[in-house]
Nanobody
Framework: HVQLTESGGGLVQAGSSLRLSCLDS????????FAWIRQAPGKERYLVAA????????HYAEFVKGRFTISRDNAKNTVYLQMNNLQPEDTAVYYCAADIRHYYTSYVRQDVRDYESWGQGTQVTVSS
């Protein structure tokens, strides 16, 4: 059973940084691939970043490369998203999600539909 809780969102000015955290209170955290997915009002969900079980494989959307970094601490059952140089277009609800159908993979899935277990989301708002 996976239960994900995000934190760390907020209102910041353009150029600022935030670090999002996702705590998993389930039992198989270390085996799953996790992703951060965002959704802005009126827009579809986009996979921002993903990380496999040991952190050896990551994937980033083109629009965040060089600005965002995904990481995980399996001892703390936590996934992070460090977001630097935030821009107004980064404003969205950010969700943490887990690919719970595949364990200990050497790859990350890049389709939002592959992530079945989601948290409630945390709002990130960037003002210009």
């Amino acid at each position: 059973h996976v239960q994900l809780t995000e934190s760390g969102g907020g209102l910041v000015q353009a150029g600022s940084s935030l670090r999002l955290s996702c705590l998993d209170s389930g039992h198989m955290f270390s085996g799953f691939t996790f992703a951060w997915i965002r959704q802005a009002p009126g827009k579809e969900r986009y996979l921002v970043a993903a990380i496999n079980w040991d952190g050896a494989k990551t994937h980033y959307a083109e629009f965040v490369k060089g600005r965002f970094t995904i990481s995980r601490d399996n001892a703390k059952n936590t996934v992070y998203l460090q977001m630097n140089n935030l821009q107004p277009e980064d404003t969205a609800v950010y969700y943490c999600a887990a690919d719970i159908r595949h364990y200990y993979t050497s790859y990350v899935r890049q389709d939002v539909r592959d992530y079945e277990s989601w948290g409630q989301g945390t709002q990130v708002t960037v003002s210009s």
